[in-house]
């Protein structure tokens, strides 16, 4: 499988490239509904380097925005290092599964069910005009 990273630092975080509309450069020129990853994961870490995955909710079928910490960069991974996660792990729906990736885990986050938690968010203003 074919998969997108983000990292910062120890923090990594893997997308299915499929589930994506496009990368932007940040910050957001456009009004959709938007969120930074790591505010989403509670990750306190700086996003280096961020960029925008752009993609539509699942739900309501809505563009969306998340900010991710860069560099990104793509890799296959064989299916065998893809693991469900275990049961009683209390991680958000958008938790997909754990990625081994040989000793140097990343979770998979389905993107569109992301999309559902951003789009439910109270808005945000365009970045220019918040902290980043």
């Known amino acids: 499988m074919r ?3 983000a990292t910062a630092g120890e923090d990594l975080f893997a997308f299915d490239p499929k589930q994506m509309a496009g990368v932007l450069a940040w910050p957001l020129t456009l009004y959709i509904p938007w969120r930074s990853l790591h505010e989403l994961a509670d990750v306190s870490a700086p996003e280096p ?3 925008l995955l752009l993609s539509r909710s699942r739900a309501e079928d809505v563009p969306f ?3 991710v910490p860069g560099p990104l960069r793509e890799e296959d991974v064989p299916e065998a290092e893809i693991f469900p996660l275990p049961p009683l792990l209390a991680a958000p729906p958008w ?6 990736r040989g000793g140097s885990p990343a979770l998979l986050l389905d993107l569109p ?3 559902d938690t951003v789009v439910a968010l109270p808005q945000l203003p365009l970045p220019e005009t918040i902290a980043t």
């Open 3 to 5: 998969i997108l990273l």
């Open 49 to 51: 380097e961020p960029r």
């Open 65 to 67: 925005a998340v900010r």
């Open 95 to 100: 938790v997909r599964a754990l990625v081994s």
């Open 113 to 115: 069910l992301l999309g």
